[in-house]
């Protein structure tokens, strides 16, 4: 596999809190990013990321989520990208 997409988009934070066991488990992260063999695209809402796991499995694999997308390439939404003004 050349490419691995993992989207982790959620507009309900209370749905990503009470599966966050299953949405930030370390281990699945693993297995998804190792079969990349030259690129992984990880998309995440900030909805996911503000979520409070209901267990503390969960919380811990929120936080190795995080530390994965802190040493990734940022790309943000058009939304937050500050407009372009012509002088």
């Given at each position: 596999v050349d490419l691995v997409v993992i989207s982790m988009a959620t507009s309900d934070p209370e749905f990503a809190a009470s599966l966050g066991r299953f949405?930030?488990?370390?281990?699945?992260?693993?297995?998804?990013?190792?079969?990349?063999?030259?690129?992984?695209?990880?998309?995440?809402?900030?909805?996911?990321?503000?979520s409070i796991p209901s267990d503390y499995?969960?919380?811990?694999?929120?936080?190795?989520?995080?530390?994965?997308?802190?040493?990734?390439?940022?790309?943000?939404?058009?939304q937050n990208v500050p407009s372009r003004r012509s002088s």
């Open positions: 949405l930030f488990s370390p281990n699945r992260l693993n297995v998804a990013i190792s079969r990349a063999r030259t690129k992984v695209v990880l998309a995440c809402s900030t909805s996911a990321l503000e499995t969960g919380l811990l694999g929120q936080e190795v989520f995080r530390r994965v997308l802190a040493k990734a390439g940022l790309v943000v939404s058009p």
